[in-house]
């Protein structure tokens, strides 16, 4: 080998190391590409919610009213909406028979009792006449009309049944099918119906544990890395502390949660499933992010504006508080906001305090049992239903939204208003 | 009524700290005052809140304790066992508030009537003796201001012992979970020897399934069920897949970003790469179960290979990719900082840029690189929700990566997931696991940090 073959020779292997780092970088991309692009797709469906809008006869005999005298409120709240919708189920196949109606029945969600009740409610007027109702479709018929339903298999490995797919066709020719935003996906607690449940109770669940989260982590935080960078003297306890909250910041996050678990609730005897508790325990947890992030700003504004501020008499405590944390708390808050982004994503710890509990009521208060929407993605993600499948992505989608949101605000919050120091 | 009192401790503070401001004002008209007058009114407000609500605090921890005490040193005498008596106890409480629906006896109304009484004699004493106490606070912070003593020491001195109590929460915060890990595991390694655990190759928790507390003393219950060599086992096989996917490209791409990369490229690849570790575990939990396990099953059928759905590689893979942006930013951070001399020596031998970077800069670089992957491992060891939700939940003892294999934390999860009983070696275990988890990210943290540390310091 001369010479000239051998510079060739390692110009190659230039080339080849130089395109193995961008295959690396083009891989990481791709990948994130790739995961987005499958959330996205499986997902947005989920913002759009079936309903089936089908005439409804409010006949008084039907109803079991009087059908000379205008119902009251009451008379409506005590009626029986369930005989009465099946009676206008038939109605849309008159020849059906006894398990067809049934089968007619499940094409609508469970609620149809309480959708043809608030209807008349709300329209008094149609009594005893016969108006188009919209009602929820059963999420077996949402999922087919949306497409995720292969509709060529064969019938006993289908949810929705030729049948009903007949009868569906049917109002779907007659434009009787509609496709609107599911905005009971945002109101809605969770269900054991697909087409049904909704993030509400998570969502609240996770607000109330990132508060009590901040609130806790916060403050604390703040003190004790003001504590660390101004206060402490130089020795070995404080040194202790430092490499106590290096090593807490990289403990297991499920960790947390068996401290949760053994001392919240066993010794505490804190109430279970609770906002509480999974804010105490991800307080724990994002602690020490917000101290090294606190920290990190401290050191960065420099001795001279604490000399300026000594120099004109005022005490160590005075320098601090009035002119060393606020110029900290730009980059102190960023880190907090990170810190609680993190927090807001947790799963683990979650589940072993108990906030994995079905709840199917909107929390009011922090005390009240709740999910969170990380764990609401993980109890959907291992139900069976498919109809949950978009469910869990559409979830994911709002978590990731906030996510952002957060993080593009600690961005933010550090550009505007950190000052640098040269 | 809790939060009553805490409220007019509150409201009380507030205003004493205008008062003690006004007073200050008041004495400034013919002395000459120590501090501002706004250090007067946080001197009386710090009295007037503070050992109030201290004693507050206490008393609200303390109370339950010291009622159920009462309560059922009436029944110590029988010999109960400790769950009786906390049943005995919980209807007793449920009595109280008239959500009781089962059997009711004479024994428990009495106690129910008693229950009420105590908690009534607790409440009111409770708002007497905090109120009197922050009144009697208050008075001689309100004298020490009237003789115009030092105020701004005081309040300093207090504000510094908060700040250092803040400080001491990372120490309570290990301190918690050590005694919380270490209490349980005591108690479960008196059931099941500590050879057992660590030695033992069969892992079924499911089988100590216990009906009465006499049972779940006999520790013939537990033979081969505790072995805790499967679940070691698949820990450290899903790690070692999670880092054949992140360690190459993590490493790579650092290298390429920190070499290679125009700043533009830097600019907008590096926050994009960093997205990935922002992403919740639990979004690529989903992933991995839904898309990665099939896909890899589909293509094993293709390959004529049988691939379980929740295969250890589907979990490893997913979760290898979650570390790609702790590999590639820690080890960007470690080669930039190795010192451009080292570099301009090299190229001034003719070495061309990839030589360079295999020769002289990566053996300068290692010891931070192996930190940063060390600190990947130890974040691969701890990951929970990839594995629960993409690998299996059975402990099988294999190595092959298309089978499903479990690991310490989501044997964690799945013996934790719903109610759990305290006491039971079910439960204990979990604590154990726990305790072996953290024992072992702590080392590998505490390694990861010192040689990182000792890198920096070599090149600064």
């Not at chain 1, 995720?148 to 064969?154: A, E, K, S």
């Given at each position: 080998m001369n010479k000239e073959e051998r510079l060739i020779k390692r110009y190659k292997a230039e080339k080849r190391f130089q395109f193995y780092g961008k295959a690396a970088i083009f891989m990481a991309l791709l990948f994130l590409v790739v995961f987005l692009t499958k959330i996205f797709s499986t997902g947005y469906t989920a913002f759009q919610k079936t309903w089936l809008v089908i005439p409804v006869n409010y006949n008084a005999d039907l109803l079991y009213l009087d059908p000379d005298k205008k119902p009251t409120t009451e008379d409506i709240n005590d009626a029986d909406f369930y005989e009465f919708g099946i009676e206008t189920f038939i109605t849309l196949d008159p020849d059906a028979s006894e398990d067809q109606i049934m089968e007619l029945k499940k094409m609508f969600a469970f609620t149809f009792e309480r959708e043809l009740k608030y209807y008349l409610l709300d329209n008094p007027d149609s009594f005893g006449k016969t108006v188009d109702v919209k009602l929820t479709a059963s999420d077996d018929l949402d999922q087919v009309f949306k497409g995720?339903?292969?509709?060529?298999?064969?019938e006993n490995r289908r949810r929705a049944s030729d049948y009903q797919l007949k009868i569906f066709d049917k109002l779907n020719e007659d434009g009787r099918v509609i496709s609107e935003f599911n905005a009971s996906f945002f109101t809605n607690a969770d269900s054991r119906e697909a087409e049904l449940a909704g993030i509400a109770s998570s969502f609240m669940g996770s607000l109330f544990s990132i508060l009590v989260c901040l609130s806790i982590a916060f403050p604390v935080a703040l003190l004790a890395a003001v504590y660390l960078e101004e206060f402490a003297p130089k020795n070995r306890f404080t040194d202790f502390i430092e490499v106590n909250i290096n090593n807490l910041a990289a403990v297991p996050s499920i960790v947390f949660g068996l401290l949760g678990l053994g001392v919240l609730l066993a010794v505490f005897g804190l109430p279970r499933s609770t906002p509480l508790v999974g804010g105490i325990t991800l307080s724990l947890m994002t602690l020490p992010t917000i101290i090294i992030a606190a920290r990190a700003s401290l050191k960065a504004v420099p001795p001279s504006i604490r000399e300026a501020a000594l120099a004109m008499g005022a005490s160590k405590m005075q320098t601090t508080m009035h002119h060393t944390v606020p110029l900290a708390l730009p980059g102190t808050l960023s880190g907090t906001i990170i810190g609680l982004a993190q927090a807001l994503g947790e799963t683990a710890p979650l589940i072993l305090i108990g906030m994995v509990a079905f709840v199917n009521t909107i929390p009011g208060t922090p005390m009240d049992p709740a999910a969170s929407l990380p764990v609401q993605i993980y109890i959907w993600a291992e139900s069976a239903e498919r109809g949950f499948v978009e469910k869990v992505s559409a979830c994911i989608m709002v978590l990731l939204f906030f996510l952002i949101f957060m993080n593009l605000g600690a961005q933010l919050i550090r550009h505007k208003f950190e000052k640098k120091w040269n | 009524m809790n939060s009553v009192i805490f409220l007019t401790i509150v409201l009380l503070a507030l205003s004493s700290y205008f008062f003690g401001r006004k007073k200050a004002i008041l004495i400034q008209s013919n002395k000459r005052l120590t501090a501002l007058p706004k250090f007067y009114g946080y001197y009386l407000a710090i009295w007037c809140g503070a050992p109030a609500f201290l004693l507050y605090a206490l008393w609200s921890i303390f109370e339950p304790s010291i009622v159920r005490f009462f309560i059922l040193s009436d029944y110590?005498?029988?010999?109960?066992l400790e769950g009786e008596l906390n049943l005995f106890y919980e209807k007793v409480k449920s009595l109280s508030r008239n959500q009781y629906s089962g059997e009711l006896t004479a024994e428990l109304q009495r106690s129910a009537e008693k229950y009420l009484n105590f908690r009534d004699i607790a409440k009111w004493s409770k708002v007497v003796i905090v109120l009197s106490l922050l009144i009697a606070s208050t008075g001689y912070a309100y004298t020490k201001i009237s003789n115009n003593t030092k105020t701004r020491e005081p309040v300093e001195i207090f504000l510094k012992g908060v700040f250092f109590l803040s400080s001491l929460a990372a120490i309570l915060t290990t301190i918690g979970i050590i005694f919380s890990l270490l209490f349980q595991t005591i108690e479960f390694f008196q059931v099941i020897s500590l050879f057992d655990f660590v030695f033992g190759m069969h892992w079924y928790p499911a089988k100590a399934f216990v009906r009465d507390a006499s049972e779940a003393l006999d520790p013939s219950m537990y033979s081969d069920t505790f072995g805790a060599v499967p679940i070691f086992a698949g820990t450290f096989f899903i790690a070692l897949i999670a880092m054949c996917v992140a360690i190459p490209i993590g490493l790579l791409s650092g290298i390429y970003m920190a070499e290679y990369a125009s700043k533009r490229l830097r600019q907008y690849a590096k926050p994009v790469i960093e997205i990935l570790a922002g992403i919740p575990t639990v979004v690529y939990g989903f992933f991995a179960a839904l898309t990665v396990g099939p896909f890899l099953k589909d293509l094993g059928l293709s390959l004529g290979l049988e691939v379980s759905a929740e295969s250890a590689l589907a979990a490893g893979g997913v979760m290898g990719i979650m570390i790609i942006p702790f590999i590639s930013s820690l080890s960007d951070d470690v080669i930039t900082s190795v010192p451009q001399n080292l570099r301009d020596g090299s190229y001034a031998m003719g070495a061309t840029k990839s030589e360079t970077i295999k020769r002289v800069i990566f053996p300068a670089a290692l010891p931070g690189i192996v930190g940063s992957i060390l600190l990947g491992v130890s974040r691969a060891i701890g990951e929970t929700m990839i594995v629960v939700m993409a690998s299996g939940l059975a402990a099988n003892l294999t190595l092959n990566p298309l089978e499903s294999t479990s690991t310490i934390t989501a044997q964690i999860v799945v013996i934790l997931i719903g109610d759990q009983q305290f006491g039971d070696p079910k439960t204990q275990a979990a604590f154990a696991l726990g305790l072996s988890l953290f024992i072992v990210t702590l080392v590998l943290n505490i390694v990861a940090l010192s040689v990182v540390k000792k890198y920096r310091e070599k090149y600064e």
């Open positions: 995720n339903y292969p509709r060529d298999i064969p | 110590s005498s029988q010999g109960l």
